[in-house]
């Protein structure tokens, strides 16, 4: 069973730096996608930051473009999101997710594994 755990989240002031982490357990999946989404109170999740594994692409909200970056480590077995300049619009819950047929960020249900979250704060 597929089994994903986010850390990372923190409070800090706006133009600081986190990086949030996603240990993933459980993916037999040779093909498959992750992604990173957010939901701030009163808001829809949105799509943030995706990479699709078996072509290494990425793609990135125009939102964070310039500013976060999704990577993984070699063994496949973490998803990293290192986010610069942050902005306090940024605050929010942040989710990662994996699908073995669903890529991008346009369709965050169809998403089947979710981690359970890690809050992000930023103060102006």
């Known amino acids: 069973q597929v089994q994903l755990v986010e850390s990372g989240g923190g409070s800090v002031q706006a133009g600081g730096s986190l990086r949030l982490s996603c240990a993933t357990s459980?993916?037999?999946?040779?093909?498959?996608?992750m992604a990173w989404f957010r939901q701030a109170p009163g808001k829809e999740r949105e799509g943030v930051a995706g990479?699709?594994?078996?072509?290494?692409?990425?793609v990135y909200a125009d939102s964070v473009k310039g500013r976060f970056t999704i990577s993984r480590d070699n063994a496949e077995t973490t998803l990293y999101l290192q986010m610069d300049s942050l902005k306090p619009e940024d605050t929010a819950m942040y989710y990662c997710?994996?699908?073995?047929?669903?890529?991008?960020?346009?369709?965050?249900?169809?998403?089947?594994?979710w981690g359970q979250g890690t809050q992000v704060t930023v103060s102006s």
């Open positions: 990479i699709d594994s078996s072509r290494g692409t990425t």
């Open positions: 997710a994996l699908d073995r047929w669903v890529c991008g960020l346009q369709n965050a249900q169809a998403y089947k594994h």
């Open positions: 459980g993916n037999y999946f040779s093909n498959y996608c």
